[in-house]
């Protein structure tokens, strides 16, 4: 989680420190933010360290503050998975570059930059391997305009030509390939540009006994098959084939960059504790960034003690990923203040080599010292209610500690107003943090429709009502699907929780921090929105929905009665069900129904806390003595199921005494009534309530 200070500029992780300033310094060998060396953990097998979480727990944050601390003291490659898009080149035909080639090649250029103090990293064998496999078909512009600029880019980021001579390299190199090309009748192919392409590379950028053990290397990886310039055009070759062609050829490339790093990391920098190099990879959930690690981790599995690699890894993964790697190791966050707990205990086995840490969600404390910044006292339930709403999910709580820092210098913030904050650019702090968790924008208004259904079902009920009235119908399954490849189904398991008697039933987005933004936002858009498409409208048609399916959905439909702000008819309702039906039964009835979402407050005022403390009962005189209590009741579980409720003691009291009141006229459920009473106030008293 990143967050920007009111200087400006600066940002500042919390609760990130074991990876930031214990792990990865003693796997690198030196301090986060000084120049001390420290003692090297795993100094001849290193772990490859693997962060998982959900969308905006702050993995990308942690990589971008190892990138400022890190950035030309050690050498340092960063490339992110999910940037990689095999879509820019479709409908092109182009052979000669994979998502694979392209993080390698991003890690490459950025880990031969130079290092003050330090001998520039040279890479003898992924270079002409790079090189050759970035030859074209002749006749194929894209495959060549594509090699053009990744040869100039390998020139200028690997120091391979100096001065002048880097001006229109790219232009240049071709130029001379295309004269050696010259002689050679043939018009198309690629063998003879591959051929044309290494003779250029060695004849340019290698000396004579460097270029012979780089042929010797790829000999001894040909199996013995063709000599060093034959085996390259080889590679070349089944790369341009594609499938598990080009797969082993990635797999022999990985092999040449690791090996190329570890030659410069020899016996004399271990002995001198020389800091080792660092790779940061962003999303390795995509299938290049999974690939790229897979490689590395086998490659490492395939190696002996005494060959060490000195490659620090640090890569990031949306989800957990456990299936997939059976014998990582996991450590915890605070674990890894002291060791980092990793050890191989599978010899060979690829995933042994890997270390996973979840970054937790972000505690009251956290939050405490994050709103420290703010000037004047604020609210003393702020921090408590924004650490139920954000379930310390570190970006949402981050943003939200901006507004209220930034709103608080101007007047007092309360607790309901957190989702109504604005940013210091004036902009709505809901609209930032959706935008953030769920760049489509369209599909983003999609879901905040969606998310007030209860279920799928209720969800295409949405949508086939919005077919009718002539609307873009929603594409329920298209939203679903992205649910569930986000990470964003599988909510938390909350059986056991203080509180969780009053929650109900696992909404259409289950969530549920994102739930509640994409409930305000569908609340905050009803004022704007047009026919059929208010707050009051979608909950009719979830209504409906409810009642076409019968009397067990009878809490759904009250529910959403409630939740269109029409208490009256849902209080008539559970009176009536409580006369003569089962209790324990109605209790659960009572749990959902008080999860409704409150109407936008323009469209209607809270008086929740009034009528649950019985200022209201002048009212309804009409009504029975159970009426009323049942009144009372729902009033106050409705309000205290709000992430920003206080659990005042009268309120919390003041249900377990309806309950206690209820159970002494209800015929057959005295036991269960009664035993409610003594343990929601209690329950309610804790956070979350719902």
Request: charge should be negative.
């Amino acid at each position: 989680m990143r967050e920007h200070t009111e200087e400006g500029g600066a940002m500042r992780l919390y609760a990130r420190d074991p990876i930031l300033r214990a792990l990865v310094p003693r796997l690198l060998g030196l301090a986060y933010d000084k120049r001390n060396l420290v003692a090297q953990e795993h100094r001849d097998d290193l772990p490859v360290v693997l962060l998982t979480g959900r969308h905006g727990m702050g993995k990308t944050a942690v990589l971008d503050a190892l990138e400022t601390a890190y950035r030309g003291r050690v050498p340092l490659g960063r490339a992110d998975s999910a940037e990689v898009d095999p879509a820019r080149w479709a409908g092109f035909a182009v052979s000669n570059t994979s998502p694979v080639l392209e993080l390698l090649e991003q890690l490459v250029c950025e880990l031969a930059a130079v290092v003050p103090g330090t001998s520039r990293l040279r890479f003898p064998r992924l270079l002409p391997g790079l090189f050759a496999i970035s030859s074209w078909h002749r006749g194929n512009e894209h495959e060549q305009r594509l090699a053009r600029d990744r040869i100039a880019r390998l020139i200028a980021a690997c120091g391979l030509e100096k001065g002048d001579e880097r001006t229109d390299t790219g232009m240049d190199w071709m130029s001379d390939v295309s004269e050696r090309l010259a002689d050679t009748d043939q018009q198309y192919g690629l063998e003879p540009v591959a051929a044309a392409v290494i003779q250029q590379y060695f004849s340019r950028h290698t000396r004579t006994r460097a270029g012979r053990a780089v042929r010797e290397w790829y000999h001894e990886r040909s199996a013995g098959t063709a000599d060093g310039e034959a085996a390259l055009i080889r590679l070349s070759l089944r790369f341009h084939q594609g499938g598990a062609f080009r797969h082993a050829v990635e797999r022999l490339l990985t092999s040449a960059l690791i090996e190329d790093v570890s030659d410069a990391y020899g016996r004399w920098q271990r002995m001198n504790r020389t800091p080792k190099p660092l790779i940061l990879l962003d999303n390795v959930h995509t299938a290049a960034g999974r690939r790229v690690l897979d490689l590395i981790l086998e490659h490492r599995a395939g190696r002996g003690s005494d060959d060490p690699d000195p490659l620090v890894v640090v890569a990031t993964r949306l989800g957990g990923g456990a299936d997939l790697y059976p014998d990582a190791s996991h450590s915890e966050l605070p674990e890894l203040s002291v060791a980092s707990g990793w050890e191989r205990t599978a010899p060979g086995s690829p995933s042994a080599g890997l270390l996973t840490v979840p970054l937790a969600p972000l505690s009251l404390d956290d939050l405490l010292m994050m709103l420290d910044r703010a000037e004047g006292p604020l609210h003393r339930r702020l921090p408590s209610a924004l650490h139920t709403l954000a379930r310390g999910h570190p970006l949402g709580s981050g943003l939200l500690c901006d507004a209220i820092v930034h709103t608080n210098a101007q007047r007092p913030v309360l607790p309901e107003d957190l989702l109504d904050l604005c940013t210091a650019e004036g902009r709505s702090v809901t609209e930032r943090l959706l935008a953030q968790l769920i760049p489509p924008p369209q599909l983003r208004d999609h879901l905040a429709l969606l998310s007030l259904a209860r279920d799928r079902d209720a969800a295409e009920a949405l949508a086939a009502a919005y077919a009718v009235s002539g609307a873009d119908p929603l594409p329920v399954a298209a939203a679903a699907r992205y649910l569930e490849e986000e990470q964003w189904t599988d909510r938390p398991d909350e059986v056991g929780t203080p509180g969780h008697e009053c929650r109900g039933t696992s909404p259409f987005a289950p969530d549920p921090f994102l739930h509640a933004l994409l409930v305000h936002a569908a609340r905050n858009g009803s004022a704007a929105a047009g026919p059929g498409r208010r707050w009051s409208d979608l909950h009719r048609i979830l209504r409906e929905h409810h009642t076409a399916l019968g009397a067990g959905d009878s809490a759904d439909i009250l529910r959403h009665t409630l939740a269109a702000g029409d208490a009256r008819p849902v209080v008539i309702q559970l009176t009536a069900h409580f006369a003569d039906g089962d209790a324990d039964r109605w209790l659960r009835t009572l749990r959902h129904v008080a999860t409704a979402p409150h109407p936008p407050r323009a469209e209607w005022t809270d008086h929740r806390l009034e009528i649950a403390r019985g200022d209201h009962d002048h009212r309804y005189a009409e009504a029975d003595d159970v009426r009323r209590s049942v009144n009372r009741l729902l009033h106050g579980l409705w309000y205290l199921c709000e992430t920003y409720a206080e659990p005042f003691a009268d309120i919390c009291d003041g249900i377990g005494s309806e309950l206690a009141f209820l159970s002494m006229r209800h015929t057959s459920g005295r036991a269960a009534l009664n035993q409610a009473s003594r343990t929601w106030p209690t329950s309610l008293r804790r956070e979350p309530p719902c």
